[in-house]
T-cell receptor
Framework: GAVVSQHPSWVICKSGTSVKIECRSL??????MFWYRQFPKQSLMLMAT?????????EQGVEKDKFLINHASLTLSTLTVTSAHPEDSSFYIC??????????????????FGQGTRLTVV | AQSVTQLDSQVPVFEEAPVELRCNYS??????LFWYVQYPNQGLQLLLK??????LVKGINGFEAEFNKSQTSFHLRKPSVHISDTAEYFC??????????????FGTGTLLAVQP
């Protein structure tokens, strides 16, 4: 249980185009989903937090118009990088926090992570 | 504001030797504590977590961690490491407000490099 699927695992796009990354909780419902960005050999930087049906909360310094987050259901969140530029190239990771009581270990406190998306903008 | 410090960016160790990865945190409220492992080009996998109760927490792959409130630490340990344990390890905290938890804040990570 507690599987988070992130798609695509890697993508190459041209500068100026938009890229959409999907994050799905496969076997549980997620109250909250988080989007992180990770630079090479660095830690995860939280970009935004989203709750189903409401607007995402962005961290300071993250452009909400550039990184569009949609959390349409309890099992799906999407991150769209609009008008991507080479400096947006990075590893993007989503995580989902489960509603408590959905299975063993689902206390509603821990977050489960997708496998990440390697974005390269050329 | 909460913060997480992992002082060691890299820990080299020989196979079958014990290892300790250090984690200290700072917070004005109660926290939950986590250790995650990341293999190259992959997402993060939960190793173990401390929510309440016994301060010694056992996780997957033979890892354990001890919560020390007075020292605000949550060090990760394994008595005998394997080559397959080579990975990046992240300590994370989540503050607790009125029973609900906030976002996860990560440390900078420690690369555990196991050598034969």
């Amino acid at each position: 249980g507690a599987v988070v699927s992130q798609h695509p695992s890697w993508v190459i796009c041209k500068s100026g185009t938009s890229v959409k990354i999907e994050c799905r909780s496969l076997d549980f419902q997620a109250t909250t989903m988080f989007w992180y960005r990770q630079f090479p050999k660095q830690s995860l930087m939280l970009m935004a937090t989203s709750n189903e049906g409401s607007k995402a909360t962005y961290e300071q310094g993250v452009e909400k118009d550039k990184f569009l987050i949609n959390h349409a259901s309890l099992t799906l969140s999407t991150l769209t990088v609009t008008s991507a530029h080479p400096e947006d190239s990075s590893f993007y990771i989503c995580s989902a926090r489960a509603l408590p009581g959905q299975g063993t270990g689902m206390t509603g406190t821990e977050a489960f992570f997708g496998q990440g998306t390697r974005l390269t903008v050329v | 504001a909460q913060s997480v410090t992992q002082l060691d960016s890299q820990v080299p160790v020989f196979e079958e030797a014990p290892v300790e990865l250090r984690c200290n945190y700072s917070s004005s409220v109660s926290v939950y504590l986590f250790w995650y492992v990341q293999y190259p080009n992959q997402g993060l996998q939960l190793l173990l977590k401390y929510l309440s109760g016994s301060t010694l927490v056992k996780g997957i792959n033979g890892f354990e961690a001890e919560f020390n409130k007075s020292q605000t630490s949550f060090h990760l340990r394994k008595p005998s490491v394997h080559i397959s344990d080579t990975a990046e390890y992240f300590c994370a905290v989540s503050e607790i407000y009125g029973g609900a938890t906030n976002k996860l804040i990560f440390g900078t990570g420690t690369l555990l490099a196991v050598q034969p």
